[in-house]
């Protein structure tokens, strides 16, 4: 059995810039592909990035050049380093590691114009 523990979330103003965590338990990490989805209110979840086990990373088009996803295996944890926050950005955002069904519980990032 896998935790996922999401924090990092906030208020922030547009522009504004937050950093993510998602610290997971376990020994395997290392060999989890990881990846941060957001959902908001009456929207579906989607993909924001993701990192392979060999650190190549993807992002979803709206958020290139602006969010960052890292990960460090001696510390279990994979981080998303958001800047240039817009309003729309506003969401629950969460960790996951993929093709599995391990899920965070979520970090809520709130965005003010």
């Known amino acids: 059995q896998v935790q996922l523990v999401e924090s990092g979330g906030g208020l922030v103003q547009a522009g504004g810039s937050l950093r993510l965590s998602c610290a997971a338990s376990?020994?395997?990490?290392?060999?989890?592909?990881m990846g941060w989805y957001r959902q908001a209110p009456g929207k579906q979840r989607e993909m924001v990035a993701f990192i392979t086990s060999g650190g190549n990373t993807n992002y979803a088009d709206s958020m290139k050049g602006r969010f960052t996803i890292s990960r460090d295996n001696a510390k279990s944890t994979v981080y998303l380093q958001m800047s240039s926050l817009k309003v729309e950005d506003t969401a629950g955002y969460y960790c996951?590691?993929?093709?599995?069904?391990?899920w965070g519980k979520g970090t809520l990032v709130t965005v003010s114009s």
């Open positions: 376990g020994s395997s990490f290392s060999r989890y592909a």
């Open positions: 996951h590691i993929v093709g599995t069904g391990y």
